[in-house]
């Protein structure tokens, strides 16, 4: 992207700066003592999720449909969304007395569908169609054609991109002489909007993008050196799992973003419980995200001034048994076996007197005598007190000859019993 088209992105972000005035608050940056400690680094958390949508997406929405005429307005606005985005353009349509329909994925957590119904009130239509956020936008645009309503794309348009680059604006009036910024990226507008600001105002500052491990659309697309469409995504980072980042949010990223990460969604469920635990954030998978990739910037934080942007807080309280699970397979303190056992008295208690030790705990047995055959297999799940425990777990199954598999979420006996 030319120069002057970077330039032409931050004149608008100045523009969208003052048009949220009054709208999307200004952030604080938090200093994390914890986090700090941990890299030995000087590390601030840009809280988004405290917005009066919990997320920083209000920026882009507000700014897209407050630029709209007043005969598009009269035309009413459509969005596909996963939540967040949804949430943003539904208190701005009933901020702006405008109509609104908004098409969110049947998979969107029910606390983020209530959200966007109460922020909309009755200005907003909520349509749930798709598994995925592109299933619901494809239906999204489609509806454009029969009803002629106005778009409003998550990411992928010049005045949303602007909106969301009022996050740079905030972090450098408040740390001028921040090091690196690690940013969540799901279709791009955030890391566009914040990349190209600090490549005009401040070259100097290392971006970097943090993005689920099972929806690389950008990373791959860097590697491409064109937008590309992933087949498959894990849906469970849901405000950064997309299929295909935008044209002109990839035009900005190939030139601004140094560095991208590819976080697992293991590590994003950690986080979220370290966030709640030690620093009272209740983030959603997106909105730790960028805390999750730090893992793997640790030698280079070090001695650094850098933000981690918590792009958003709505998380439905339902899914924090599945953030446990996924946090604790990731920190290997939880394994699932294929066990077979003999099908005789006494079988259980030995497995669990002399195969188990004293730190190990069984979440979870399933067994079920289908035949008349000396042996039967049960799904076994046993959460460990410390991870290094495992061998010595193994080594004990092994020297009592049981027959065994272990499997882990690569497997595709995972998907099917887990």
């Not at 523009?15 to 949220?20: C, G, I, K, V």
């Amino acid at each position: 992207m030319p120069r002057s088209l970077l330039t032409t992105s931050v004149r608008a972000t100045e523009r969208a700066h003052e048009m949220l005035a009054g709208v999307a608050l200004h952030t604080p940056l938090e200093y994390s003592e914890r986090l700090s400690r941990l890299y030995r680094a000087d590390i601030y958390l840009k809280r988004e999720d405290l917005q009066p949508v919990r997320s920083y997406k209000i920026r882009g929405a507000y700014t897209l449909i407050h630029s709209l005429t007043p005969e598009e307005r009269a035309r009413g606005v459509v969005c596909a969304s996963a939540g967040n985005h949804a949430q943003g353009v539904a208190y701005s349509c009933k901020t702006l007395g405008i109509r609104g329909t908004i098409f969110m994925p049947e998979t969107t957590p029910r606390q983020k569908v209530d959200k966007v119904r109460f922020f909309g009130d009755t200005w907003v239509d909520i349509q749930l169609i798709g598994k995925t956020f592109d299933e619901s936008n494809a239906a999204a645009l489609a509806f454009v054609e029969t009803n002629g309503a106005v778009y409003a794309p998550p990411f992928d348009d010049p005045r949303t991109i602007a909106g969301q680059g009022t996050v740079a604006r905030e972090i450098l009036a408040d740390l001028p002489d921040v090091d690196m910024v690690v940013h969540p990226i799901g279709g791009g507008g955030l890391i566009a909007g914040c990349g190209a600001y600090f490549a005009v105002h401040a070259p100097e500052v290392m971006v970097v993008g943090a993005e689920p491990a099972g929806a690389l659309g950008m990373l791959r697309s860097l590697e491409a050196g064109r937008v590309v469409t992933l087949k498959d995504i894990d849906p469970f980072v849901d405000g950064a799992a997309v299929k295909k980042v935008g044209s002109k949010t990839f035009a900005i990223a190939k030139q601004v973003v140094n560095h991208i990460i590819s976080v697992p969604e293991g590590a994003v469920c950690t986080d979220m419980i370290e966030l709640y635990q030690k620093e009272g954030i209740i983030a959603e998978p997106a909105g730790a995200l960028a805390v999750a990739a730090f893992p793997q910037l640790a030698s280079t934080l070090r001695g650094k001034k850098v933000v981690a942007v918590v792009s958003g807080g709505n998380n439905d309280i339902s899914r924090y048994p599945e953030v446990i699970e996924r946090s604790l397979v990731f920190q290997g303190l939880k394994h699932y076996f294929i066990i077979e056992f003999f099908q005789k008295p006494g079988e259980l208690r030995t497995f669990v007197t002399e195969a188990l030790g004293p730190g190990d705990d069984i979440t979870r047995f399933e067994y079920i005598k289908k035949t008349n055959k000396e042996k039967g297999p049960a799904l076994v799940g046993i959460e460990l007190s410390r991870k290094e425990d495992f061998p010595a777990l193994l080594a004990r199954m092994d020297a009592l000859g049981i027959r065994y598999r272990h499997f882990t979420p690569d497997d595709v006996l995972y998907g099917v019993l887990i």
